[in-house]
């Protein structure tokens, strides 16, 4: 469950909740390809939740010449449980 930013103050910045969703999955794997953040300070270590209060600091936008497809969130989901897997793997 989201607790910060609240997900109305998400809500405003994007569309819908599929497109938030998409948009923080996207945003997170730039912030862990490139680590190029837009903040000073977040409160969340996690890279999807720092990706959120972006979104919520309306510094992160879906463009709108892009399409934000079911298969983009699909294929980020894949690569998303690869990675957990890998992460598991390794604590083992």
Sequence with gaps: MIVYPSIDK???N???RYSLAVLAAKRAHQL???GIRTLSEYKSPRTVGQALE???AGDVIIDPASK???RDAERLDREEDVERAREDDAEK
């Design 10 to 12: 998400l809500l405003a």
């Design 32 to 34: 862990e390809a490139d």
């Design 68 to 70: 934000l497809l079911e």
């Design 14 to 16: 994007v569309p819908s």
């Design 54 to 56: 972006e979104v919520a």
